[in-house]
Each structure stands twice: as C-alpha cells, then as structure tokens.
C-alpha cells in the first residue's frame, strides 16, 4: 500500500490515519504543519491549503532531519 500511499494517507474506519489526528487537534487550533517527504504530493491534493477552515502549511524534507530539523531548516 506505501508504494502508493504516504502512511499517513492510508485508511482506517474509512478515515485516514492524518484526519484522525487532525481530529483530535484543539478547537482553537489556527494552523496545521504537515511536514512531507516520499508522496508528499498525495497529501497536498487531498488536504489542499486547509482542513475545516484551518490554514495548512506543507514543509518538505528532502533529507530526512526528523520533525525538528524540518522546522528549522
């Protein structure tokens, strides 16, 4: 399925796992970070630039620097 699929796009209870995440975010959330590398693509044409009227914000690491690398640099 990840051949196809970033993990986080993949389905469970016919959500995938990135929206049950989002989910549970606080209600006064004001922006989302989605930091993307293999099939980043994929998330970007499902979410677009928001999720339920919250900014999205894509960041995409080509070298992987775990999430703190990605944010800093």
Known sequence: MTQ???KPMLLYKNK???EHKLEA???NTSEIIFIIGYLGHKIKEYFK???KGI???YIEQTELKGTAG???G
């Open 25 to 27: 975010l606080p209600s």
């Open 55 to 57: 900014s999205i914000t």
């Open 4 to 6: 196809i699929l970033p």
């Open 16 to 18: 995938n796992l990135f």
């Open 70 to 72: 990605a944010l800093y």
């Open 49 to 51: 630039d928001s999720y």
